[in-house]
């Protein structure tokens, strides 16, 4: 593997931390809300740790790709595609024939997971996807776990053969999301290089009388701590787990999004990054409850751009909840924690705990 095709969404991300569960169709409404790129970024983290690595890029021009290789100093690649200053699906498409004219072996992409389903349009599963997360979901198994694991799962391959694996590519329907509905769609599967612990899997869902019950478990206890302490203010996070915690309280929760909650009554709804920061002033003691996303692992960073680093340093990493079902749980052997900080990332040390049932608690790997 040394030719590789290397694209970023610039716009990917922007529509996470201001609460728009995502940025398709509403990239004007993102920046009017003072959403930032940063996609640009996420892609810079993971090729700073692939210089000196035997690879020849492929790319497309400006902030497509160039720029970041460029800034970070790496010499020899091609402008394969000229990216007009306003980017669309399209040119993501009409960038991945070019690579595939110039026989990449593999494209290493940062995005979404509408990204990646534009990517597989072209490539299906001829060539490999390497996704860096730079989305508000990434539901898709396409992606590395952070910036960080894609860099090492692409420096292991110039060292020795990787493992390929056929990898789900996820379709969510954003419009309902934004109205607290999670349609996942399987698109395809595309090829996907694989290292364990380095990778996500797709999103599961689980639901049965037994999920019922021990999410009611969940609920029950949270709610009781939450009523034991009427003077913290507390942020309950998307998921049908979180939402027990609320119905347990007789509060309506939003199921996609962050609620605020202070002495059993809800004091803020929906809210994006600096709603959350608005009611973090003055030193107000808080803490956040949140689930991980089934199968695939994630406890801050999918679908979750709101809680963003600022609001976690805020709250602190010895106040953040996590809860989970056993079922989940079981399906889930590693965690992984990727809020675009690497620093506040490692904070978490190695293991976290979770809530799994009623007074019932186990400690799980963070990958």
Do not use: W
């Amino acid at each position: 593997m040394k030719t590789i095709g290397f694209l970023i969404n610039p716009v990917a991300g922007m529509g996470g931390a201001v609460g728009l569960k995502g940025t398709d169709g509403m990239l004007e409404e993102a920046i009017q809300r003072g959403a930032q790129p940063m996609a640009a970024s996420r892609a810079r983290q993971a090729i700073d740790m692939l210089k000196g690595a035997p690879f020849r890029y492929i790319t497309c021009s400006g902030p497509m790709g160039e720029d970041v290789l460029e800034e970070a100093g790496i010499a020899g690649f091609l402008v394969a595609y000229q990216a007009p200053q306003v980017t669309t699906a399209s040119d993501t498409k009409e960038a991945c024939r070019e690579f595939l004219k110039n026989g990449v072996e593999l494209i290493l992409f940062c995005g979404g997971d509408g990204t990646a389903r534009d990517l597989y349009d072209v490539v299906s599963d001829t060539v490999p996807l390497l996704g860096i997360p730079a989305g508000v979901k990434m539901y898709s198994a396409v992606f590395a776990v952070s910036p960080v694991a894609a860099a090492e799962i692409l420096r292991t391959g110039a060292l020795m053969p990787l493992h390929f694996r056929d990898a789900e590519v996820m379709d969510v329907d954003e419009e309902a999301y934004r109205q607290g509905e999670l349609r996942a769609t399987l698109y395809g599967y595309a090829k996907s290089p694989y290292l364990p612990g380095l990778v996500q899997g797709a999103k599961q869902v689980y639901e049965d009388q037994d999920e019922d019950l021990a999410k009611a478990g969940i609920g029950h206890f949270i709610a009781n701590v939450i009523r034991g302490t009427p003077d913290i203010l507390y942020f309950i996070g998307p998921g049908s787990t979180t939402r027990a915690i609320a119905r347990d309280l007789g509060l309506e929760k939003t199921l996609l999004g962050f609620d605020a909650v202070q002495d059993e009554r809800l004091v803020g709804s929906d809210l994006d990054e600096e709603g959350m920061l608005a009611l973090l002033a003055n030193g107000r003691p808080a803490r956040l409850v949140i689930s991980i996303i089934g199968a695939q692992g994630s406890v801050l960073g999918r679908g979750t751009q709101q809680a963003s680093p600022r609001v976690l340093k805020r709250i602190g990493t010895g106040n953040i909840i996590v809860v989970a079902t056993p079922h989940k749980l079981a399906e889930t052997p590693l965690l992984f924690i990727d809020t675009g900080d690497r620093e506040l990332d490692v904070s978490f040390g190695e293991y976290i705990t979770v809530i799994s049932g009623y007074h019932i608690a186990q400690r799980k790997k963070i990958g």
